[in-house]
């Protein structure tokens, strides 16, 4: 068995340039030559999900016509060499976070079962009667209803950081949540439906002071955001590899490993083991102990060619270009009579949330797709937050660093045609 | 944009716009909820029958175009109808806008809700169109429990739908 151990991968290659070019890496995405309803793509909706490059694409093909073996169990020269693909990857991983060791790092099937994981190993042994869970106003469903089942299971009960009508937490509110009846703090890095960057490191901060550990949804930030889990001193970070341009099916769940460690299994199975025989069996360690069952292997294997690739593009280069087309989308689109853009946070990135007066966000959806733009309409499975801003739903371009101002441009040409087709 | 203006019909807009008998029945003899989750569209359908005959019909609830224009157009369409002939234009009305095949489709028995037709070009809205609908075929039957037509994709079969 290969283990883990205490390697990181170096994953910082060289920039392919200095300068970030979005013809370029355009064309490395296959799927954006694509037409639909007769017209060329626009995709729009990248918080849903993105979409892969072509190295993504081939990685998983190659695994799978010259590599695929069950990992971690075989002798043979195919095993061998799928777990190296496999734990070499997880390797990136972990230096794609900044972990301390790679040992750190659990692959599961996505943000949410990161959190479910969390919210049943570590919250049913070390969360009880009367405890609280603070989680914040903006939050995905996949970081609410986990601690709810939990609350059910325990007896704990949920507290809410508040937020402003810009969307933002209000950090004062937060310090006065926290008590000795605080368990874990659980917050998103990136809100799904508004786009806000919260200030994670001294939400941490804090409640560290209080001894509190913090779970960070990071589905939406990792593809726009470096994340450093040291700097951030944050003790879970999960998130998603098809969200970060690789396959679905295959997340994240860093741990600090001195809680990994403390914590029980999450699922019994093969992998996680270390013996078993009817009247006892041993665990395995991390970060087998976490990943009973053939894990997916080929999704992880994709999900470091992903980190590769996000990588030699070069994360800081994306994220100012992203954060400049934002700024473009939402000067152009907040200029249209009759739009109200939903979250308007000072920080920001990828996401644009809007209501058109008059009309239902399906209807806008649904006019945008007739002109091959892509969006996402409805509560974003956030419906706290839609109950917060007091609309049933928003209309949400969603953006990544191959979309371009021509295709914000014809976002807001096609938000006219609704405009039209309704009489508005 | 053939398909769009087949789907966003005059008739619809306007529905949409001020939708009729948008309130409630006090005293309702029937009242059942119709709700899709995954779209958040929600509509309730209050009925007053007299014997077997829609004296009065309404709906609150709120949703997208084609959904509230659905629910206005069909409390319209049904008042003063029997029991027996709801049950038939709802038959109808789901048969035209699935397109389903083993049923003749009478534009013509349809009257103003033929406008819907162009729904059929359009899988992901048939739900919206139908949502209503079902909640009255729940109200009818007497089903409190609140109905959806997102289940098993976006049209459920009628058994599913108003078993909730």
């Known amino acids: 068995m290969t283990q883990a151990g205490n390697t990181i991968m170096q994953t910082v290659r060289p920039d392919r340039s200095t300068r970030f070019d979005v013809e370029e890496v355009r064309r490395d995405f296959p799927i954006l030559r694509e037409k639909v309803r007769g017209k060329p793509l626009v995709y729009l909706d990248n918080a849903a999900t993105s979409q892969k490059p072509q190295v993504v694409i081939e990685t998983l093909q190659k695994y799978y016509s010259r590599e695929n073996a069950n990992i971690h169990r075989g002798i043979h020269f195919l095993s061998e060499r799928a777990t190296q693909a496999y734990e070499d990857a997880r390797a990136k991983v972990g230096g794609f976070l900044n972990a301390a060791e790679s040992r750190e790092i659990i692959f599961v099937r996505g943000t949410t079962e990161g959190i479910n994981l969390v919210a049943q190993s570590y919250g049913r042994k070390f969360i009880g009667e009367e405890d609280e869970i603070i989680l914040s106003a903006m939050e995905h469903h996949s970081n609410i209803v986990p601690w709810q089942i939990l609350c059910e299971q325990v007896g704990a009960r949920l507290r809410i950081i508040p937020m402003n009508d810009d969307g933002e937490l209000l950090i004062d509110e937060y310090e006065r949540l926290l008590s000795d009846r605080t368990k874990v703090v659980a917050v998103t890095h990136l809100s799904n439906a508004l786009g806000t960057i919260n200030p994670i490191k001294q939400i941490i901060q804090i409640a560290h002071r209080h001894g509190v550990p913090v779970l960070v949804d990071g589905a939406q930030a990792v593809p726009h955001l470096k994340v450093d889990v040291r700097n951030l001193d944050c003790d879970f970070y999960a998130f998603s590899g098809h969200k970060l341009y690789g396959p679905t099916g295959v997340g994240v769940l860093y741990g600090k490993a001195s809680l990994l460690d403390a914590m029980p299994p999450y699922q019994g199975g093969g992998d996680m083991i270390r013996s078993v025989t009817f009247e006892k069996t041993l665990y395995n360690v991390l970060p087998y102990k976490f990943e009973a069952g053939t894990p997916n292997i080929a999704g992880g294997i994709g999900l470091g060619a992903a980190i590769d690739y996000l990588s030699q593009v070069g994360l800081d280069l994306v994220a100012a270009y992203e954060r400049e087309l934002l700024d473009y989308a939402t000067d152009v689109v907040s200029t249209i009579t009759g739009v109200q853009i939903i979250g308007t946070a000072k920080e920001k990135a990828g996401i644009l949330s809007f209501v058109l007066e008059g009309v239902h966000a399906h209807d806008v959806g649904t006019i945008l797709d007739q002109e091959g733009i892509a969006i996402r309409t409805g509560h974003h499975c956030a419906m706290p937050v839609m109950q917060r801003f007091g609309v049933p739903a928003t209309a949400r371009a969603s953006l990544a660093f191959y979309n371009t101002k021509e295709e914000v441009d014809a976002l807001v040409g096609a938000i006219h045609k609704v405009k039209r087709v309704f009489g508005r | ?164």
């Open chain 2, 1 to 164: 944009m053939t398909g769009l203006s087949e789907l966003y019909q005059e008739v619809i807009l306007d529905h949409n716009n001020s939708p009729r008998n948008f309130r409630e029945i006090d005293g309702a003899t029937q009242i059942a909820e119709g709700y899709n989750p995954l779209c958040g569209d929600r509509a309730v359908v209050y009925l007053q029958l007299d014997n077997d005959v829609i004296g009065d019909i309404s709906f609150q609830g709120s949703g997208c175009a084609i959904s509230i224009a659905s629910a206005s157009m069909m409390t319209v369409s049904l008042k003063g109808k029997t029991r027996t002939e709801a049950e038939d234009l709802f038959q109808r009305f789901h048969s035209m806008v699935t397109g389903a095949a083993d049923r003749a489709i009478e534009p013509q028995a349809l009257g103003k809700l033929a406008a819907f037709s162009g729904i059929r070009e359009f899988p992901v809205r048939v739900k919206c169109a139908n949502l209503a609908w079902h909640a009255l075929h729940a109200a009818l039957d007497g089903n409190r429990e609140t109905v959806s037509t997102e289940e098993g994709g976006s049209d459920a079969t009628l058994t599913a739908d108003v078993q909730g």
